[in-house]
């Protein structure tokens, strides 16, 4: 009878061990499962946030401009381009203007670069591709107003 019971015990401790591995791999599953979803969910956010952003800046290039405008030209330019009080005194274009817009871009990279009456020369200090953009991003200022 004693033996009886002891392997009774025995066989029992091994079935409750079977169960815990069980448990314990279902837990396991559980936690795989709610990690992928979490997962899934993060990049699906991600994606929702971030293709809004992207047509919002419609280039890198155009940000870059944006911002070599505001370092170089907004002292004068204003960074709307209609001048700044400083270049009011000197009598800076409104860029956003039909006079400076009706300039083709060939002319206006080679204002930038070369400069012209109290306008500074940037050659040395923009790559072309740089002031290409500024005149990108001088027809831009055109379209805001
Ligand atoms: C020190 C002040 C100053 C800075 C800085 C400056 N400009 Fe000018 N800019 C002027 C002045 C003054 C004029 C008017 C020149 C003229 O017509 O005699 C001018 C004219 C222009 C024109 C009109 C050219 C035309 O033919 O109508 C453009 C385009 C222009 N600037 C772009 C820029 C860009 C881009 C930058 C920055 C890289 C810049 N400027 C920086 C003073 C400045």
């Given at each position: ?9 025995h066989k029992d401790a091994i079935e409750e061990f079977k169960k815990g591995k069980i448990m314990l791999r279902d837990k396991y599953r559980h936690a795989l499962v709610c990690t992928s979803t979490i997962l899934m969910a993060l990049v699906g956010a991600l994606i929702f ?97």
């Amino acid at each position: 009878m004693s033996v009886g019971r002891k392997r009774r015990t025995h066989k029992d401790a091994i079935e409750e061990f079977k169960k815990g591995k069980i448990m314990l791999r279902d837990k396991y599953r559980h936690a795989l499962v709610c990690t992928s979803t979490i997962l899934m969910a993060l990049v699906g956010a991600l994606i929702f946030v971030s293709v809004p952003m992207v047509r919002a800046n419609p280039s890198p290039d155009s940000v870059a401009a944006s911002a070599t405008f505001r370092t170089k030209c907004a002292m004068c330019h204003g960074q709307d381009g209609a001048g700044s009080a400083v270049g009011k005194s000197m009598n800076v274009p409104d860029l956003r203007a039909p006079m400076v817009q009706n300039v083709p871009d060939a002319e206006l990279a080679q204002v930038i670069s070369n400069g012209k009456g109290g306008m500074p020369p940037f050659k040395s200090s923009l790559s072309e591709d740089q002031i290409r953009a500024l005149v990108t991003h001088i027809r831009s200022l055109h379209q805001k107003k």
